[in-house]
């Protein structure tokens, strides 16, 4: 039973403009929320976190959106970049410390030119 | 300075054979991670060291799946009997230790282990 699920496998957005990721999740005890960022052949790199005690975060052109009570959170980049072309992967740990991450499915973006 | 590095890159086997696969944390990271991504998912967690002992090893699917990580820094993840469902990225993680709050996992660049 997948805990963060994306539902969306993909997403096209035109350069310039701002691209929406969504992720829920299931298990009320997950405390802290990541994004990863994967291009192929690559290992999936940190890009944004939030911990439960927020509801937003901002890095540059990145933001990410807590709602604890919908059990959703997005990921905001404005403006989008051909470089942000990638697979991205919403993550959540419980109880913050050396635990493993729990995935979801990730979504790919293309950010078209 | 130098990232989490996993070998190989590529393995192709046979099913029935014997694969292990490496991976070197970055220096001074206690912590140890073991994840695998079949094609479509995200990654899921096999096993997690801290130091030289599998603090958790509940994401291990059967028991044809054993890690070690025998002086606390390089780990290997052996898979027995291979199985054409074992095809997957096998991606291992590093983090160092605190004891509390959240340590960033640094993810090597995975191995892709094909069973034919």
């Known amino acids: 039973d997948q805990q963060v699920k994306q539902n969306s496998p993909s997403l096209s957005v035109q350069e310039g403009r701002i691209s929406i990721l969504n992720c829920d999740y299931t298990?009320?005890?997950?405390?802290?929320f990541l994004w990863y960022k994967k291009y192929p052949a690559e290992g999936p790199t940190f890009l944004i976190s939030i911990s439960s005690i927020k509801d937003k975060n901002e890095d540059g052109r990145f933001t990410v959106f807590l709602n604890k009570s919908a059990k959703h959170l997005s990921l905001h980049i404005v403006p989008s970049q051909p470089g942000d072309s990638a697979v991205y992967f919403c993550?959540?740990?419980?109880?913050?410390?050396?635990?493993?991450?729990?995935f979801g499915k990730g979504t790919r973006l293309s950010v078209i030119a | 300075g130098a990232g989490v590095s996993q070998t190989p890159s590529n393995k192709v086997t046979e099913k029935g054979k014997y694969v292990e696969l490496r991976c070197d944390p970055i220096?001074?990271?206690?912590?140890l991670y073991w994840y695998r991504q079949s094609l479509g998912q995200g990654p899921e967690f096999l096993i997690y060291f801290q130091g030289t002992g599998a603090a958790d090893d509940s994401g291990l699917p059967n028991d044809r799946f054993f890690a070690v990580r025998p002086e606390g820094s390089v780990s290997t993840l052996k898979i027995q009997r291979t199985e054409r469902g074992d095809s997957a990225v096998y991606l291992c993680?590093?983090?160092?230790?605190?004891?509390?709050?959240?340590?960033?996992?640094?993810f090597g660049p995975g191995t892709r282990l094909t069973v034919l």
């Open positions: 993680a590093s983090s160092p230790f605190r004891d509390r709050g959240y340590n960033e996992q640094f």
């Open positions: 220096s001074g990271h206690t912590a």
């Open positions: 993550a959540a740990i419980d109880n913050s410390g050396n635990t493993p991450l729990v």
């Open positions: 298990n009320s005890m997950f405390d802290y």
